[in-house]
């Protein structure tokens, strides 16, 4: 199932500039989501970190992995109209710079769900490279 960035704002709160994922290429509601973010030097970001040298912060990236899952937890039936809140970041790496021109693809596993607190396995990538990886916590409001 492919979704485009106004389906995507069907499901998940978040609006420019923090909707950080351009399109779900993949998705098993509930289970996982892959996403594509096209990382762009005209975002709000540049103008601070860095102006001289363009790095897409590493929060960021998590961030965009956190709403690839948010995709996936909340286009569950139950779920709808609710909201996926950060709980906790466990484990994260970062492998990989991340500048304007790439195209990080994001991959968020859900590994544990029990009522409304889950646990995700991210990766963001670029092409066959790990930029990011982390274990994300989310409860849902």
Do not use: W
């Not at 948010?70 to 950060?86: H, M, R, T, W």
């Not at 994260?92 to 991340?98: E, I, T």
């Amino acid at each position: 199932m492919v979704l485009n960035s106004n389906q995507i704002q069907e499901i998940i709160p978040h609006r420019y500039p923090f909707l950080l994922i351009d399109r779900i290429d993949e998705l098993e509601p509930g289970k996982r989501a892959l996403g594509v973010k096209c990382v762009s030097a005209n975002e709000m970001q540049f103008m601070g970190h860095f102006p001289q040298q363009h790095v897409m912060p590493g929060v960021l990236i998590i961030e965009a992995l956190a709403q690839v899952g948010a995709v996936a937890i909340l286009s569950l039936e139950d779920n709808k109209g609710k909201i996926a809140y950060f709980a906790g970041i466990k484990s994260a790496k970062f492998r990989q710079k991340v500048i304007p021109g790439d195209v990080l693809t994001l991959e968020t596993e859900l590994i544990k769900v029990k009522g409304s607190i889950g646990v995700g396995k991210a990766v963001a990538k670029l092409g066959d490279k790990v930029a990011v990886e982390a274990e994300l916590t989310f409860a849902i409001g």
